[in-house]
Every structure is written in C-alpha cells, then in structure tokens.
C-alpha cells in the first residue's frame, strides 16, 4: 500500500480554512476565486525555525503553496549573499483569513493594505470589493513590480504605490479599513490619521516581550483608536521597525535558583502584559530537550537567561529576572487573563495596552 500524500490542491486549503471558522460564506467565494499559486513566483523558500530552506521541483512548490505556511518569496531584501532572513513573503492563510476577518469590511469601503507582497491580499481585497476601491502601498521597488505584474495578470487594478506605508498615502484622504501585512513595534499615529472615524485598522504588533500579536483598533472621533488584540501573530516587520532579537549583555553572570519555570512565561496573555510592566524588556526562546531557554535583554545591559530544571543567570545592573518574577506574581493576581482580554489605545502621545476595559491601563513597573 503506498504511503505516499497526495498533493493538497487549492480547494483543499481553502475547505481547511473554512472547517476552522476563519472563513464568512462571502469570503470563502473571494478565496475560492482567487488561487494563491497565481501570486507565488518560482523561486521561493519555506520558513524553518532557524532559516529559510529553497523550494526545489514543482510538487514540493505546489504542497507548499497550497498549505496553510507562510511562502517566502525574498530573501535579505534582494541582496545576494546575505545572512537568508525572509523579507517578503506570501503570508500564512489562516492568518491572512483572520486578518481579514477582523477588517470587517462592508460592500462599497475604501481600504489601505500596507506591505503588497505578492499582491495576494490585494487581490482577494480587489475580488470583495471592487479595484477601485482597494490601495496597496509596497516599500521594495521589485517587490512591488512583481506584484502588480501578478495581478494585471489575473485581471486585478487596485490602486499600488512604491513608498513607505508608514507614511499616509499622498492625497488619498480618509478611508475606512487600513490592513498592514508587515509587523508594526507601535502603531504611528500617521498610521491612524488616514482613517476615519469609525472605520478599523488590523495590524500585527511585533511585541518586545516574546511574542507578536494582532491588534484591531477602533478609529474614535477624536482621532485616538482603541481595540482588543486578537490572538498572536509572528509578522516580518515593517523595514523602518527592525531591530535585533536581544540587546547586548554587559557584565559577568550571577547564579540563583530559578523560582518560575521559564516555560510559564511563554504564554501570550502574560507576555502582553509583562510587556506593558517592562517596557524595554526583549525575550525570546528556544526549545531545548528538557522544555525551554529564555533569554531576557533590557538596553541598560541587564540581561537574564534560565532553561528548564537549571539554575538562573544574570548580568549587568538590576535583577532582571527578579523583576520577571515579580510581574509574573502579579499576573497571577489579576487572574492570569488571557490574550484577548487586553487591548490597546493608540493617541498622538504614544500608545498604552489595557487589561479588560480602556480605563485599566497598565503602568510601566520601570521606567
Ligand atoms: C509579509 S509581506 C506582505 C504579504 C502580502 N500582503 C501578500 O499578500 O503577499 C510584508 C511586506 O511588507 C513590505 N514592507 C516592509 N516595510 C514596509 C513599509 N514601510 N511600507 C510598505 N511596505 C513595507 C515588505 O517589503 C514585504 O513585501
């Protein structure tokens, strides 16, 4: 008897979608009429753990594609020979059904997407709601040429421009959904000003504290937008928001017994709100064969790493891991909330995150 999958097809991957509720009957028709393998070039790379692996042969081309995983389609923003860190991709399905989901677009509203890529999401917008009414702003000049080519060739004339989507769109005035497709580490005040009251920005927040997460914020009259976050979301960033993983350490390690099992600390609802009490505070981890290892950085040069059955290091000034402990205590106090019980409130002044109502801001503990 043969072992051998067969190759999932598009019709699959889009019943998938739908069996997992991230699918409206009206959206499933636009997925339906638009095959992701239109906006997928040739050469492309699968996402790992730890780098991007080439895509030889058509069957491993076609099992990528019409599977729920992130395609990547550039590799160091185009430079040959670099280090092979994804910089434009074919985002993962569920997430760009969710995404669009959360949008809540309605027949005859405008829409801004920030990050063209392949044009994929442009088109499935172009398909819900008409060319003229769909703008995509995409940074990276091949990038963007390949995507519009893409598109023309499938029958799709949104409007494109070859800019910086963290800048509003020259002359377009307010439109009523903005979604970016590249991960933002705030929300640029700009961002909102090109929405208008009422409408709805999705966006992922790539969270200094572990994790990214999906925002959706509600434009208010006084040009402020509020909204929950909705679930986690690992997004390449938007070029301008780079930064690297963890700062550098400074100063020799101190050991102490670990009170908390890092693993604990890898749950969205505690890394928004540890991300909220520490701001400046980055973690990230690595699976190991006993559970996890985290390393925590602050910019002062604190530092703090501790892997599952071992004891806690630190460095430099403060007591970093102390400090995560502390929030984590406090966590429990408050109930140990989920992800979707915070939220975030974007002003000219910054941006705050919530837990439960806009009025519970959560106060940094440092500053
Ligand atoms: C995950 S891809 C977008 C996927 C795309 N929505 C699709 O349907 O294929 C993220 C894109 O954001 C672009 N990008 C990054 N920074 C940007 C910026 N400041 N303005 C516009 N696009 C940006 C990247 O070049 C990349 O192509």
């Known amino acids: 008897m043969s072992t051998a999958h067969p190759t999932p097809t598009y019709p699959d991957l889009v019943q998938a979608l739908a069996d997992r509720g991230l699918l409206t009957a009206r959206w499933r028709r636009v997925f339906e009429a638009v095959p992701r393998s239109r906006f997928v070039p040739a050469r492309v790379w699968r996402q790992l753990a730890d780098r991007c692996e080439p895509v030889v042969g058509t069957e491993q081309w076609l099992a990528l594609v019409n599977s729920d995983e992130p395609v990547v389609t550039q590799l160091d923003d185009g430079a040959g020979g670099g280090p092979g860190v994804a910089t434009s991709s074919n985002s993962m399905p569920s997430m760009v059904a969710r995404m669009l989901g959360l949008l809540q677009v309605e027949d005859g509203q405008r829409v801004v997407e920030i990050g063209t890529g392949t044009g994929y999401v442009a088109a499935l917008l172009c398909e819900r709601l008409g060319d003229d009414l769909v703008h995509s ?204 019980q915070f939220g975030l409130t974007v002003t000219d002044r910054g941006q705050q995150v919530w837990l439960r109502d806009p009025s519970a801001v959560i106060r940094p503990a440092r500053v």
Not at 217 to 244: K, N, V
Not at 254 to 270: S, T
Not at 286 to 303: R, Y
Request: aromatic share 8%; proline share 7%.
């Open 137 to 340: 702003v995409e940074l990276d000049p091949v990038v963007a040429r390949q995507a519009a080519d893409a598109l023309a060739q499938a029958g799709y004339r949104p409007y494109l421009r070859v800019g910086d989507g963290e800048q509003p769109w020259p002359g377009l005035g307010l439109v009523d959904r903005l979604i970016a497709t590249c991960a933002l580490r705030h929300v640029p005040y700009a961002l909102l000003r090109q929405v208008r009251p009422g409408g709805v920005l999705v966006a992922p927040l790539a969270r200094e504290f572990w994790s990214g997460a999906l925002v959706q914020l509600h434009l208010q009259d006084d040009g402020t937008a509020i909204g929950p976050f909705r679930g986690g979301a690992t997004y390449m960033p938007m070029r301008s928001h780079r930064a690297p993983d963890l700062h550098e350490v400074r100063g020799k390690g101190r050991a102490r017994a670990a009170g908390l099992d890092p693993g604990r600390l890898l749950d969205l609802g505690f890394a928004l709100y540890a991300g909220a009490r520490l701001p400046g505070v980055r973690l990230i981890h690595q699976n190991t064969p006993e559970g996890v290892q985290v390393w925590a950085t602050h910019e002062d040069g604190g530092a703090a790493t501790a892997a599952t059955g071992e004891e806690v290091w630190q460095y430099g000034p403060g007591f970093l891991w102390e400090e995560i402990e502390q929030v984590w205590w406090e966590y429990e106090t408050v109930g140990r909330p989920d992800a979707e």
